[in-house]
């Protein structure tokens, strides 16, 4: 049988009525890392092709990508792959007229079930291209190969597709899964230092989420030495491929994000995205991963001083703390705790009219739905702009 489609019929013996039941659950969301491979001769995407002959490829990037990474791949594709550049770049091109522009072009090339859709970008490509794949004739087959750190420890891990709407993030999209994930980390090598270190700050989340022991400034620790650029391309890859294990571990057990379990992943996200709100409204320059870091240095305050994270007392936050002021500093000043926390509560993860937020209750002991008040979250921002 069929393992997403069930069919049964329900008796009703008062009502002699007889209904028949269909429960449609989602389509299989495969582990991700089952599905990531390091892939720097692209064996694996080629191997796909050659097994699947797909009727058509398309490779969908933005101009930084089809100039940077394009390069890399393209000498691995077949002959007749078409190419569609979005104009532009950045969060933008998530947007209706984009996923628009794809279908149309996909139409006009004759794309049908058989063929394959390519992503090559950071986040943003990944999560249009993803979006047009899984809606396309009600799902088309997609690969990625994600350009940035971010994209390759966390927005192409998941199966989380999405476009922004009326000015909000991610408000439309599905859960669809790729046939696999490229990494190829030659391709960070044109990434702009700024672009580079913010991306790990998910990574640092993940060792957060995970590890036994917290990240610090340790000036011997590999980490360190990655985030100055120092690290050999095997490092690069051993912490790419360590991040897609532990986000996967997290998505496999809860991958339509329907248990909670997955909330975990918000770690300094509440503050981040309130970051990335003020900053937007103000026309502050401040990225994803230089807001999240900031929210996580508020959250491992905040964690060693409330009331149901007693084993995160022990923790020595300072290091790790100090090792995210370093590489990935807001580039200015937060504005004041009331405004940010004004826009917490607007958060859509939160529950109950609360603002609920992921603490830690030690090294990789995450807990999350923690009801916070005003003033823990003032005092641990005190704190944390203080340092
Ligand atoms: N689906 C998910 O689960 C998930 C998770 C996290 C983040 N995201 C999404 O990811 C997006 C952010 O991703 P991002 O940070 O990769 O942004 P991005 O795609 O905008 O890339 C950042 C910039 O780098 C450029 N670029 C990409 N690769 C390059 C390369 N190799 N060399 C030089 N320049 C390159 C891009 O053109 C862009 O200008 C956000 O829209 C966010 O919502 C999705
Ligand atoms: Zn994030």
Known sequence: MCPWFESRWYHNPDKRTSVRLLHFGAAPMHDPSTLTYLDPTFDRLRQWVDDHRPTSIAVVMDSQTERHCLPLLAPHLPPGTQFLRMAGHG????????????????????????????????????????????????????????????????????GKTGINFKGLKNRIGTFYSPEGIS???????????????????????????????LPSTDAASPL????????????????????????????????????????????????GHALESWAMEHGEDINHGEAVAFGLRVCLAMSQAHPDCASARAMDCASCSALLQEFMPLPCAPPAADVLWALMGTDKKNA????????????????EGVALTFGEFERALEQVVAD
């Open 91 to 158: 969060e933008g091109i998530k947007s209706l007229e984009h996923a628009h522009a794809l279908w149309d072009s996909l139409e006009g090339m004759g794309m049908d079930r058989q063929g394959l859709i390519l992503a090559l970008g950071g986040g943003t490509v990944t999560d249009l291209a993803a979006f047009v794949a899984s809606t396309h004739l009600r799902g088309t087959p997609l690969w990625l190969v994600p350009t940035t750190v971010l994209s390759m420890v966390d927005a192409a891990i998941g």
């Open 183 to 213: 990494l190829h980390p030659q391709m960070l090598d044109t990434l702009d230092g700024r672009e580079w270190r913010s991306g790990w700050t998910e990574h640092i989340k993940h060792l957060l989420l995970h590890d036994a022991e």
């Open 224 to 271: 360190r030495r990655l985030l100055q650029g120092e690290a050999a391309q095997d490092e690069v890859a051993t912490a790419l491929l360590a991040s897609v294990r532990i986000k996967s571990a997290v998505v496999s057990e809860d991958p339509f994000e329907s248990t909670g379990r997955r909330r975990i992943l918000n770690l300094g996200h509440t503050v």
């Open 352 to 367: 109950r009219g609360e603002v609920q937020v992921v603490l830690l209750d030690g090294p990789g002991q995450p807990k």
